[in-house]
Nanobody, 118 residues
Framework: VQLQASGGGLVQSGGSLRLSCHVT????????VGWFRQAPGKGREGVSC????????HYADSVKGRFTISRDIAKRTAYLQMNSLRSEDTAVYYC????????????WGQGTLVTVSS
């Protein structure tokens, strides 16, 4: 099982980025996917998640209305579209996979750095 996050970079405040998470070893048709982030000097926080057949996606209050989680099962890739970026969104972003029926995320990608300049 592997998750490969990409798409991070340097962007100006108010800009957009789309993060991708390509997965191997499991299907996005059955696994839950979550995005997490860790800012410098801070702990890891959940950003967004959804279940494969769940029409409801969940977001941290700090990103609601600005970030959108999605997945393309055929491409084996999950996405996090980030709009209206702010300096406080600067962090390393991680994607993670969750087995069906489990509450914990057992599989993690290596992280991709997002830097938002003000």
């Amino acid at each position: 099982v592997q998750l490969q996050a990409s798409g991070g970079g340097l962007v100006q405040s108010g800009g957009s980025l789309r993060l991708s998470c390509h997965v191997t070893g499991f299907s996005l048709e059955s696994y839950g996917v979550g995005w997490f982030r860790q800012a410098p000097g801070k702990g890891r926080e959940g950003v967004s998640c959804n279940l494969p057949r769940d029409r409801i996606s969940h977001y941290a209050d700090s990103v609601k209305g600005r970030f959108t989680i999605s997945r393309d099962i055929a491409k084996r890739t999950a996405y996090l579209q980030m709009n209206s970026l702010r300096s406080e969104d600067t962090a390393v972003y991680y994607c993670a996979g969750r087995r069906p029926g489990r509450s914990e995320y057992g599989f993690w990608g290596q992280g991709t750095l997002v830097t938002v300049s003000s």
